[in-house]
């Protein structure tokens, strides 16, 4: 059975030619939450990257990645010095800071065909000054005002490709084939 | 403008060459309120996403942001009315979209 990936538009438009032909068709859909490393600081555009402009620091985008202030990573319970490389594309597996995002793949099959769109929405950081718990030797520990790095997961409703009451969506877990 | 049946909802897309921000100005003159944002990554570019509801009607703007060819390709998607669509499109037209 051949299947084909498709953009937003393309599956949109796809969709509308099918229900303006009055046919019903079940979409299905699979949400998936990943933290695998796949995008980290370096891969991201001028205007996300703004974002995280208090903690880190690179000359442009593919470049390498440094800590501008120590700061502690809650989502991976990680603590960044100033200058630790955060992220480098010529390395992406050794210093990393992953940004976690949610996987959201659409897809429907018509006369053995299937349409697919997969996209992914990433969580929104959420920088704050906060006090924690440092241990500066074996033995001491001292409390520490520092930034701290969170990770938003996005409103449920920015996942959705919103469709029209005709049709019928199917959330789903994984496709396996018999 | 933002009641009236679910089942009266249709469904459009439309790449559009027209600044989104006068896409945006004339879904707030609609009575469309933003609802939330998210970066959205998609064929491998990035996209920022908006997404304006009204009622049961949702239109979601994506806007590719980053490192991109000469033109850019923002795409429109609307569930909505047959008039929120036409009305769209009025706008697109202005700036030379064709859309279907």
Redesign the interface.
């Known amino acids: 059975m051949p299947s084909y990936d498709c953009?937003?538009?393309q599956f949109?438009?796809n969709?509308?030619r099918i229900?303006d032909s009055k046919l019903r068709v079940i979409v299905n859909r699979m949400i998936v939450q990943r933290d695998d490393g796949k995008?980290g600081l370096s891969h991201?555009?001028?205007?996300?990257f703004k974002k995280y402009e208090v903690v880190a620091y690179r000359k442009h985008?593919r470049a390498t990645v440094y800590a501008k202030v120590p700061f502690y990573d809650e989502l991976h319970k990680r603590l960044y010095m100033q200058d630790d490389i955060l992220h480098s594309p010529k390395n992406p597996g050794r210093y990393h800071l992953s940004i976690p995002?949610v996987n959201v793949e659409y897809r429907f099959t018509l006369w053995g065909e299937t349409y697919r769109?997969?996209?992914?929405?990433?969580y929104?950081p959420q920088i704050r000054l906060d006090r924690k718990e440092i241990v500066a030797t074996k033995s001491e520990k001292k409390v520490a005002l520092i930034h701290v790095l969170n990770f938003i997961p996005?409103?449920q409703?920015?996942l959705e490709?919103?469709?029209?009451?005709?049709?019928i969506v199917f959330d789903v877990c994984r496709l396996s084939r018999v | 403008m933002g009641g009236g049946r679910k089942s009266d909802l249709r469904l459009k897309s439309m790449p559009s060459m027209a600044p989104l921000a006068i896409v945006e100005a004339r879904l707030l003159e609609l009575g469309f309120t933003l609802t939330s944002e998210a970066t959205v990554v998609s064929d491998n570019r990035f996209w920022r996403r908006k997404l304006y509801t009204n009622g049961c009607e949702v239109v979601t703007l994506s806007d590719e942001i980053g490192k991109f060819y000469h033109l850019k390709d923002p795409v429109i998607t609307i569930c909505g009315k047959e008039r929120t669509i036409q009305a769209i499109r009025n706008i697109l037209s202005l700036f030379g979209d064709k859309v279907s």
């Open positions: 953009n937003e538009h949109v438009e969709l509308r229900l995008y991201l555009p001028d205007q996300e985008q995002y769109h997969e996209f992914d929405v990433l929104e996005p409103p409703h920015v490709i919103h469709l029209p009451p005709s049709t």
